[in-house]
């Protein structure tokens, strides 16, 4: 029941932040658009409440900012507990030859039992802080 509320809150944080300017792109092999969603698609039937995000590359240099306004993301890699996380993971870890498959500044997010409206809200106020740390810079 709790992997349940993890992937439901997942896939709601999932739907919000893809529509935002600061989001390059989601990486969830849950997603159809995914590059592994035919490996996951075949081998689950579910999925978890862990994801990467991309931000556009300028939110590398304004992280500080992103992550010091988050109150009920809590910054750690811990994934799996019932508590929402952000780390960041930029730049992209080295595992292929291949490149990385895009430009920006990496996070990834594990969604904890928070309500959802809530975390939500506390990304939109990251967000918001990062834009300002920008205009100030």
């Known amino acids: 029941m709790r992997l349940r509320r993890h992937w439901a809150t997942a896939e709601k944080l999932i739907d919000w932040l893809s529509r935002r300017p600061e989001v390059v792109r989601i990486l969830y092999p849950a997603l159809a658009d995914d590059p592994g ?67 920006g500044y990496l996070v990834r997010l594990h969604a904890g039992l928070e309500h959802v409206d809530d975390l939500i809200e506390d990304l939109d106020r990251a967000f918001a802080s990062a834009r300002s740390a920008e205009a100030g810079a």
């Open 37 to 103: 969603h035919a490996l996951w698609s075949r081998d689950f039937t579910g999925a978890s409440g862990l994801f990467g995000l991309v931000l556009q590359p300028h939110f590398a240099g304004r992280r500080h900012a992103l992550f010091d306004a988050l109150q009920l993301f809590k910054l750690g890699s811990s994934w799996g507990g019932f508590e929402s996380l952000m780390v960041p993971a930029a730049p992209f870890p080295v595992r292929s030859c291949r490149p990385a498959p895009d430009d």
